[in-house]
């Protein structure tokens, strides 16, 4: 049985279907795409979830060349790797371009092999886009806590504080108002206003306070 690309499938004495269409039911089942490529950098195979990622048919993605959907390397990149690949295996993350020029990230790992003595490349490619993302909105988010952090100056230790006015003593002797302690050692800034207790000691009594008090 020859492929699409006139090359023999391998010789397989292991399962009872024809070694081609055992070859096509492994690459069919894979949830990540793949693809062989020839030394023109065309594809000569290629499973359906390759096609369903690049947004092309079975029959077209026959006719494409690397660089149709390559976007990160050049051509003169992708045949020095080529060569590089054809006795070693490698793994990176570039981006590829689909049919309609939107851009999806992918993951690749390829490796040179033989196909009846023609050297050829195995690509399986896995979209990355929604990993990508999540790792990006993660790095923001350490980074906002990384710069929160840096701002946030903590208070440690015991603080001497007055038994009766609640002053603070400082680390230089000098007792300091609580508020005037605390916006020193921190990011803390106090408004002022008065609970209704210390009003009621301070105004209890008074025809106007207990007037507003009333109403």
């Known amino acids: ?22 070859y096509r039911d492994l690459m069919e089942a ?4 793949i693809a062989i490529i020839d030394q023109k ?39 020095a790797n080529f060569r590089d690949l054809s006795t070693t295996k490698t793994t990176f993350e570039t981006r590829h371009r689909r049919k309609d020029g939107s851009i999806y990230e992918a ?26 993302q999540n790792e990006r909105k993660m790095k923001r988010v350490i980074r906002k806590l990384q710069e929160a952090t840096k701002n946030v100056k903590m208070l440690r230790g015991l603080l001497p504080i007055c038994s009766n006015c609640k002053k603070i003593r400082d680390d230089q002797g000098y007792w300091k108002q609580i508020e005037s302690y605390i916006s020193d050692h921190s990011e803390v800034e106090f408004s002022h206003s008065i609970c ?16 507003i008090k009333n109403e």
Request: glycine fraction near 6%; hydrophobic fraction near 30%; charged fraction near 30%.
């Open 1 to 22: 049985m020859i492929n699409r690309r006139g090359y023999e499938p391998f010789e397989s004495q292991r399962f009872d279907c024809e070694p081609w269409q055992c």
């Open 30 to 33: 894979s949830l990540d795409g």
């Open 41 to 79: 950098h065309r594809i000569c195979e290629a499973n359906s979830r390759f096609a369903q990622m690049l947004g092309y048919t079975m029959e077209e993605m026959v006719q494409l060349h690397t660089w149709d959907w390559e976007v990160v390397m050049k051509k003169s990149d992708i045949r």
């Open 107 to 132: 993951e690749v790992t390829a490796c040179g092999t033989k196909l009846n003595q023609t050297s050829v490349i195995l690509a399986i490619t896995r979209d990355i886009t929604k990993r990508k």
């Open 196 to 211: 209704r207790e210390c009003a009621d000691k301070l105004y209890g009594g008074q025809t106007w306070y207990d007037k």
